[in-house]
């Protein structure tokens, strides 16, 4: 089966990957995709290179990323638009000045020839809020099956017809998409073994860490971590420490964004690492719950319905139903090395064996038979 999955980055992530790195948005589409996995953020190469395992031709495509894009088709022979255009604008509300704003009028064409190269059988979209119906219809001709994932937020206003199936880690979603009339199924997230590799031993010296984002649907995470920090020797990193008021007394202990290889570290790093779904409703679905487990840090969760279905907790996790239960809980973990040791072991165990991105991807290539 020839699988491709359409994904978009953050300009946030996409910013800090190119300025890290002097030079990348010329080379090769080869080296920026690597430069792009090997950062490995979100869920990097974790669908296409275990679909190649299981025997599949797998390709990821981030159709926002210009520099990446705009390789693959000078490769390729493919002339896109210009990634801006010249407009008017009045200079003090007087004279005329002309200048130039960005266009992504480039994006789909970059996608359709790519789609057209690949010849995919089936194509997965990995963002319906950016990857719009005007580009679903002009892929729709291009494969035999359209999937699209979606996870915890409302279902943006789309047309879902064009869809063959609906996929989401998060079950109100897959009852909202069923509503509509669009065959659905549950898709859990995981965590990739390989991220280990990159790791080496860890070495903990961080007490209790948080890293998320603390603006929109994630707002309430402020207070819950003020009333966790007057007890704990809190580190904080996040990517909107502007959503922290200006007298939030988090604003000292934030030590800046993390994405990738660099949230992985300080996961392995801790002792003790927060988790906190936010203003989402009463199920547990993030990533957090796996890359913390994964990386073997002693992960303390808020307490919601099918936590079970993941976790022993007490054992595997330990959760938490208030702030000052939270801040409890951290305080009895990091007082008995013990078993915060031994959570964290069982864990760690527990993720590498039931939650890995292998058996999910044999999972979704079920889903994808069944079609």
Known sequence: MRILIVNTDYPEFLSDLYGREPGLASRSYDDQLRARYDSLFSVADFYSRNLRALGHEARELYINNGPLQRAWAREHGVRLPPPSRPVWRMRRGVLPWRVRVPDKGWELPALLAQVRDFQPDVILNQNAFTIDDAMVRALRPLTRCLVVQHAATPLPDRDWSLYDLAISSFPPTVERFERRGLRAELHR???????????????????????????????????????????????????????????????????????????????????VTLNHHGDIEPYCNNLRLFEATGVGAALVTDAKPNLSDYFDAGREVADYRSADECAEVVANLLADNERREAMASAGQARTLRDHNWRERMETLVGSFERL
Do not use: C, N
Request: proline share 7%.
């Open 189 to 271: 997230l995981a965590f990739d073994p390989s991220v280990q590799d990159r790791l080496g031993e860890p070495d903990r010296t961080i007490p209790v860490s948080f890293v998320g984002s603390l603006h929109g649907v994630h707002s309430s995470r402020i207070g819950w971590l003020e009333r966790v920090a007057r007890h704990a020797d809190l580190r904080i990193w996040t990517s909107t420490p502007e959503a922290l008021p200006s007298g939030s007394p988090l604003r000292e202990r934030v030590q800046g964004k993390a994405w990738g290889l660099s949230m992985y570290r300080i996961l392995a790093a801790s002792r």
